[in-house]
Each structure stands twice: as C-alpha cells, then as structure tokens.
C-alpha cells in the first residue's frame, strides 16, 4: 500500500491496510534501535517542532527522540515563555513556525480538536501534523505504539493487526475523560479485537455501548478470560467532582493486583499508558512483574512507533 494520509489526528477513520504498514515499519524500526548507529538520514534538513500546550514526559520525548533518530533539527515549544502570554493565538504561533519553513508539528493541547484546527490551517504550507492527544478526544500515536506492543507480545517475530482477531481486552479505569481509551478502542475493534470497558459508572458510562464496547460496573467479570488488561490514570482532580468517593475506594473496587488477574486468560498482559498512580490503579508488584507488565515495552516501543510515523509522514518509502 502506498501512504496517502498528510497528518495523523486519529484513529477513528484508519484501515486495516494503513495499520498494517504502520506495524510493519515500526519493526523494522525496532530493528533499526538494535544497532549500533540508531540513525537513518530521512528527515536530513527538515525541523520537527514540539508544540505542547500541555505537559507530558513520554510522548514530548519520544518524538523528540524519533525526530533526532530520523536527522531531524527539534525545537522544543514552551507556552509559557512564548508570545502567547502576550495575547498571540494558537493558530498565528502555528503559522510563524510555517514561516521559517518548518517540516512537522506535534500539537498537544488540553481542548479537543485543536491539532485539528491547526492541521486545516497549516496544509497549505505542506506542514504535516501530529495529534499528540488532545483534550480527552484522541491519542493516536498512543493507541499505535500500543497496538504494536500487543501484536509483539503475540508473535514478537510477525506482530500484526490479525493477531489481536477474537482476543478480548479490558480498558479498566476513567475512561470517560481518557483520550488513550478512544484511540485504542478504535484501533483494537477495527483489528477485530473484543473491547471491554470496566470502571465505576460515573467514569464509564453506558454510552460507550454504542461504540461497540462491552460496558462492566464490576470488575471480575470484565477480567474473566482477558487476554490483556489496561489500566488506565485515574485523574486526581475528578475526586473533587465527587466522581469518585477516594481513591483508596477506588483500589478496593477496580484496583488490579495478581489475585485479580487470576481469572484471566492464562498468559495475560498488562499495559498502562502512563504516568501511573501506584497502588491505585495498579499495585506496585503489578507494575513491575515482568512477567505481566508491559508497561516499560509500552515506552520502548514509542520510539520505535513514532519514528515509524514520522518516517511516513516525512515521505520515507514503506
Ligand atoms: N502516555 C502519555 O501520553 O504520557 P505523557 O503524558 O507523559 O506524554
């Protein structure tokens, strides 16, 4: 298949041939981390610009990283110290970086849809965009890195989207305010996986239903036979929206321990998109079982993924 798409803000509208390449490139991009020199020339001359408007440790360096690993020149936006504190808006502070010829830009802003805007705004320099996540629509870069991590945990030699075909997989936690669980719940039902939503109502409402997912109020049956298991951030702040009581009543009820994850499938896997809450979300011995964990592959695997689509995107021959 030949790589059409110019900027890549979501998962909702990708196919299977697109996720296919994608697979396919960030192995050979493994490959490419496993040497000596893990540079190729691709992006020689070209500058990537990191345009957060909002925190974040891995997916900010990990593109910075892939960029560098491409020959890339990275810049490093703060709006703290930009002109925005000056009044500029998001779309001018766009445009000026169009003007001195930039490549790509990797938005991530806390309001859906603004990578989008942007994207719209800045094709006809040639600029491409990347949704780094915004607000709580869509974190595709994510859902790709994770959906290679669960295809190499199933065939490290071959990992493919139509290994995930009948697995079920449960997404555990706040996935109302989750742009990681929109994005993978695409990505995993367009591979042909089985989607299930576990959490309290107030952070998994039923609505998700009508995406396709299997909505659970209680945790051991969402378990039952999971061949991988996600858990996802619960957001510190939503205690004070009473949406959930503490999070130590949290942990009671949707925390995931080894006890827990005996009524899995034998060979479950764990994820977490990170940054974690330990001993809420996810025990501590959890968290770094390696026979269990996938977590720290999650973040290796990053590298990998995005240097893959930074390599498409920037025109690299599949
Ligand atoms: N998973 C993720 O998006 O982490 P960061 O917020 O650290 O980038």
């Not at 396919?24 to 190729?40: D, E, P, S, Y």
């Not at 890339?72 to 002109?83: E, R, W």
């Not at 079920?168 to 367009?190: C, E, M, P, T």
Request: charged share 20%; net charge positive.
């Amino acid at each position: 298949m030949v790589w059409q798409r110019r900027h890549i803000l979501g998962l909702r509208d990708f196919t299977p041939p697109e996720y296919e390449l994608v697979l396919r490139t960030t192995h050979t991009f493994q490959g490419v981390l496993a040497r000596q020199n893990r540079k190729v020339p691709t992006l020689q001359g070209k500058t990537v610009v990191n345009l957060f408007f909002e925190s974040s440790t891995r997916t900010r360096s990990s593109f910075e990283m892939a960029a560098k690993g491409l020959s890339a020149d990275v810049l490093n936006f703060s709006p703290s110290t930009s002109s925005l504190t000056k009044g500029e808006t998001i779309l001018d502070t766009a445009r000026t970086y169009c003007a001195m010829g930039v490549a790509i830009l990797i938005v991530r802003h806390r309001e859906p849809g603004v990578p989008h805007l942007i994207a719209r705004d800045v094709d006809a320099w040639g600029v491409r965009v990347f949704n780094a996540g915004d607000g709580q629509h869509e974190h595709p870069t994510q859902g790709l890195l994770d959906l290679y991590t669960l295809c190499h945990s199933l065939d490290p030699d071959q990992p493919r989207p139509q290994l995930l075909r009948g697995k079920k997989v449960v997404i555990v936690g706040d996935v109302l305010h989750s742009r990681v669980a929109r994005s993978n719940l695409w990505a995993l039902q367009h591979c042909g996986a089985e989607v299930h939503l576990a959490g309290p109502p107030t952070l998994v409402p039923k609505l998700f239903r009508e995406l396709g997912a299997t909505v659970h109020h209680q945790l051991a049956p969402a378990l039952e036979g999971a061949h991988f298991v996600m858990a996802l951030r619960i957001q510190q702040e939503r205690i004070d929206q009473q949406l959930i009581p503490t999070l130590r009543e949290y942990h009671q009820l949707y925390g995931l321990n080894h006890e827990r994850l005996k009524a899995c499938a034998p060979g479950v896997k764990l994820l977490h998109p990170g940054p974690t809450n330990r001993d809420v979300e996810i025990t501590s011995e959890l968290m770094d079982d390696p026979q269990l964990s996938l977590i720290d592959r999650q973040v290796t695997t990053g590298l990998a993924s995005r240097m893959a689509l930074l390599y498409l995107l920037g025109g690299g021959k599949p």
